[in-house]
């Protein structure tokens, strides 16, 4: 069996200190075999916040695959932002934009949705191309039949009725095709701060909210979310902040059958 921790959303320059010291102990407690942190680590990009996630990062005691955020880009500097988007990003957290982890019962492979700027607006918007989806794919379709196939982003690929002014990912359902016909499992997220599970094409979305900062929607609080099992059967628990700490306030079950996974264990 697999434990995975994953954490999203952490916005260093905006975050409760006694919840990250709170999240150290839950951790620890926990013993996860692998710290996934699905994007905005920092809140805008600036040096002293990566030092202080990279600083947090240093106190876990797991292996942690972590992707960046739309956060995690240059806010203000434009020219820093279009030239070089990430320098902060690989001196601090790592040199890889798109990490790869593999434990014998896991696979975790980080996709890059976060874009530097594109012909909208918005450029909190986040994409997946065919390449990223096709390089997904065939690291999954090589796995053996027991190891569980994750796939770590950002932006998510489906979105609540209570998020629904926030876009879906562009190229999201191509690359989801892509990905049921690998045999993908799970997918995990953040960017909109709620956490949810939900099946897509037999395939579960799991979304966290955010793990440490203040950046909290209407009656949101800090949470995690802690995913047990194999490729049989599955248990997701919301950990949330409450009472002073990270407690279970839920779990879903999941089990895999014909044509996917399926609610109940």
Do not use: K
């Amino acid at each position: 069996m697999s434990v995975i921790a994953h954490l999203s959303d952490l916005h260093f320059g905006r975050i409760r200190p006694h919840v990250a010291n709170a999240l150290l102990d839950s951790l620890a407690q926990v013993q996860p075999d692998v710290i996934v942190v699905s994007g905005d680590l920092t809140q805008r990009a600036r040096t002293a916040e990566y030092r202080a996630a990279r600083a947090f990062l240093g106190q876990l005691r797991a292996p942690v695959l972590a992707v960046p955020g739309n956060h995690d880009l240059p806010a203000w500097n434009v020219l820093g932002r279009l030239t070089r988007p990430w320098r902060n990003w690989q001196r601090h957290i790592g040199p890889d934009l798109q990490p790869e982890l593999q434990t014998d019962g896991c696979l975790l492979v980080g996709v890059l949705t976060a874009r530097r700027g594109g012909w909208y607006l918005d450029w909190s918007r986040g994409r997946i191309n065919d390449a990223q989806a096709r390089h997904v794919a065939a690291l999954a379709r090589i796995q053996p039949p027991h190891r569980l196939r994750v796939v770590v982003a950002h932006h998510p690929f489906w979105v609540p009725d209570s998020s629904h002014h926030r876009d879906i990912l562009g190229g999201g359902p191509a690359a989801l095709a892509h990905f049921r016909e690998a045999g993908i499992d799970l997918i995990l997220g953040g960017h909109i701060h709620q956490p949810f599970v939900h099946l897509v094409s037999g395939m579960l979305v799991s979304h966290t909210g955010t793990t440490l900062s203040t950046r909290l929607p209407p009656g949101e609080t800090n949470s995690y979310t802690l995913v047990r099992g194999d490729r049989s059967q599955l248990a997701l628990d919301h950990m949330a902040w409450t009472d002073g700490g990270f407690n279970r306030v839920g779990t879903q079950h999941f089990a895999r059958q014909a044509g996917g996974w399926h609610a109940g264990a």
